[in-house]
């Protein structure tokens, strides 16, 4: 299962919407919440970097993530991080972490907990 970005048709979203009526995406967005930018005391999910989780019947997990800057200095460890987190979860079978920066974060990704935690709010 590959977790690609297609080009959206206009009027489709920018970000296609994860899976969240599988049993295990609870599970993989917590694990998910496991994984840390080392230069923001906030998790990947919470500040918006997880943009897909797909999940199909197989137990396939596919992840669409960018980061906070296309410079990052953890940009080619951070799959790996996000991808080492889910796998253990009982029921997935494989995970295909995808970087992409289309479209960019921006910070209104973030969740007003992490907006919180940053002073932001």
Known sequence: MTAEAAQPAEGDPL????????PLYDQVVEACRTVYDPEIPVNIFDLGLVYTVEINDAGEVGVVMTLTA?????AGEMPGWVAEAIEPLPGVKSVDVQMTFDPPWGMDMMSEEARLELGFM
């Open 15 to 22: 970000i296609r919407p994860s899976t969240t009526e599988h």
């Open 70 to 74: 296309p410079g990052c200095p953890v």
